[in-house]
């Protein structure tokens, strides 16, 4: 598996770390988990490369959670729809919000997630899961309502997909931490702000 630290456009923007994945890991996520403003990434088992930590770009519609800044640097961001899709391109190189197929299939080659898996996506949580032996390293970093609530922060990690159903809703990601799955959510509103990981060839 190869490695790479995202380029100079990102060191600008101030991308945040996660934690280094598991000891089954081969490799660490980035040659730079130590350097601040340096954003991880690895090349998962669907072949594509992904940031192996949540987006922290401050952008237009993007939110600490509770606005606290100290929650900033191990939840990364949270983003609107709209948001997410520009944050991921303010990376550059052809870093872009994944789709929806793109989330499910990296997650089948981890277990699936509840749809696809005979276990209702408990391996690929444990595996995805920060400290697990696939080195995605996803945090719960809980999401902000349409009316501004923040909610279920360590209790679930949401992450936006590109697509959509119709133009208020979009598919997204859950990792629930009370049943320790990976599961697949298709009615999610575009206004509320939720965790993004970005993905390029």
């Known amino acids: ?21 598991g000891a089954a890991s081969t490799q660490p996520s980035s040659k ?18 992904w940031t192996t930590a949540n987006l922290n770009l401050n952008t237009s519609s993007s939110y600490c959670y509770e606005d606290s800044e100290p929650n900033r640097r191990p939840y990364g961001r949270l983003y609107t729809w709209e948001s997410a899709q520009r944050g991921c391109q303010s990376l550059g190189e ?24 005979p276990d209702n996506g408990k391996a690929a949580y444990t595996a995805l899961l920060s400290g697990g032996t696939s080195g995605f390293d996803a945090v719960l970093g809980g999401n902000r309502s349409v009316e501004g609530r923040y909610e279920r922060l360590e209790a679930h990690g949401f992450f936006w997909t590109l697509s959509t159903n119709d133009p208020k809703t979009a598919l ?3 990792f629930g931490k009370g049943s320790q799955a990976l599961y697949r959510q298709s009615e999610g509103e ?12």
């Open 1 to 21: 598996m190869t490695t790479s630290p995202i380029t100079a456009v990102a060191l600008a923007l101030g991308i945040a770390l996660g934690p280094v994945g």
């Open 32 to 49: 730079a988990q130590n350097s601040p403003g340096m954003a991880a990434s690895k090349r998962m088992a669907d072949g594509k490369e």
């Open 94 to 117: 052809r870093w872009r919000l994944p789709t929806d197929d793109e989330w499910r299939q990296m997650a089948k080659h981890y277990g699936g997630v509840g749809i696809d898996s």
């Open 172 to 174: 997204f990601y859950n």
């Open 190 to 201: 575009k206004q509320m702000a939720l965790s993004v990981r970005c993905v390029r060839e």
